[in-house]
């Protein structure tokens, strides 16, 4: 069955930099696209970036833009956010979703989630 | 962007009460709709994908129907474990966006 297990979440200094992983299994993870979603505390769902596969094009929210950067290890079926000058509104669950098909932009499966505190 | 807004924020029913919530987008976005259910400290669950087509595994008393800017999602007859909180998507375009949610609350 597909699973999705995030890691690499902490606490974090504002300015500071995190990088989140995600394990994948029980799928072809080449051949689908990939996205980290995350959730304020108490607060809504909030697309964070997503990633075509075969790593052919990126997407991320205004929020994040220029300063977070979604990849992918194919051979290590593994999808990576790393967050680099982190504030304190960054602070969130991260959850890894797997497309709902090759394209899809929905999402059939999510990870458990990861927390990301920005605090000094 | 592409703006979603719910409604109702927050929802108050029982067992067996037929639940609709209401998803409306800022300029049209065809069928690409999705909805979501959340419980407490879980990720979310895929219930609809396009518009209106049920995720493998989810109950049939869930339904999904709309087009254009205006969406809902149908509970026909509200099970215990149907309260949580509930999402829309779009995924008509970059960036994608989430409704602000529907607490089902007994």
Redesign the interface.
Known sequence: QVQLVESGGGVVQPGGSLRLSCAASGFTFNTYGMQWVRQAPGKGLEWVASLRFGKSDEYYADSVNGRFTISRDDSKNTLYLQMNSLRADDTAIYYCAKGRDNYGLDFDHWGQGTLVTVSS | ?IQLTQSPSFLSASVGDRVTITCRATQGISIYV?W?Q?KPGK????LI?AASTL?SGVPSRFSGSGFGTEYTLTISSLQPEDFATY?C?Q?NS????????TKVEI
């Open positions: 962007d999705a979501y959340q990720a979310p669950k895929l994908y995720q999402y998507q995924l970059f960036p994608l966006t989430f409704g602000g949610g």
